[in-house]
């Protein structure tokens, strides 16, 4: 069974941080990209960051630039999403997910990938 599992979430007041893991098994993913994104109630699921297999190279919504930081571990499998400066409206599940049959450059777009975690809550209230 491949399975991704996200952890880290939780309640916090506005500007803490947080660290989120997505812990990948069953399979190596090691070769190819990984993405985080994110969904609130009512709304979109929208992509938040992304980092290529060997985390060279990163990518980030507007919105969280400058304040989230996407690495990864593929020794042990893992890809983080650190969030520092967190805001009321970064409030979501948290989704991670890896394109293992993406044959682009470096970014899969959200169709592409093709293995997604359940996802974690995120709360940012005060």
């Known amino acids: 069974q491949v399975q991704l599992v996200e952890s880290g979430g939780g309640l916090v007041q506005p500007g803490d941080s947080l660290r989120l893991s997505c812990a990948a098994s069953?399979?190596?993913?090691?070769?190819?990209?990984m993405g985080w994104f994110r969904q609130a109630p009512g709304k979109e699921r929208e992509f938040v960051s992304a980092?290529?297999?060997?985390?060279?190279?990163?990518d980030y919504a507007d919105s969280v630039k400058g304040r989230f930081t996407i690495s990864r571990d593929n020794a042990k499998n893992t890809v983080y999403l650190q969030m520092n400066s967190l805001k009321p409206e970064d409030t979501a599940v948290y989704y991670c997910?890896?394109?293992?049959?993406?044959?682009?450059?470096?970014?899969?777009?959200?169709?592409?990938?093709?293995?997604w975690g359940q996802g974690t809550q995120v709360t940012v209230s005060s």
């Open positions: 997910a890896g394109a293992t049959y993406y044959s682009g450059s470096y970014f899969p777009t959200h169709d592409e990938y093709d293995y």
């Open positions: 069953g399979r190596t993913f090691s070769s190819y990209p």
């Open positions: 980092i290529n297999w060997s985390g060279g190279n990163t």
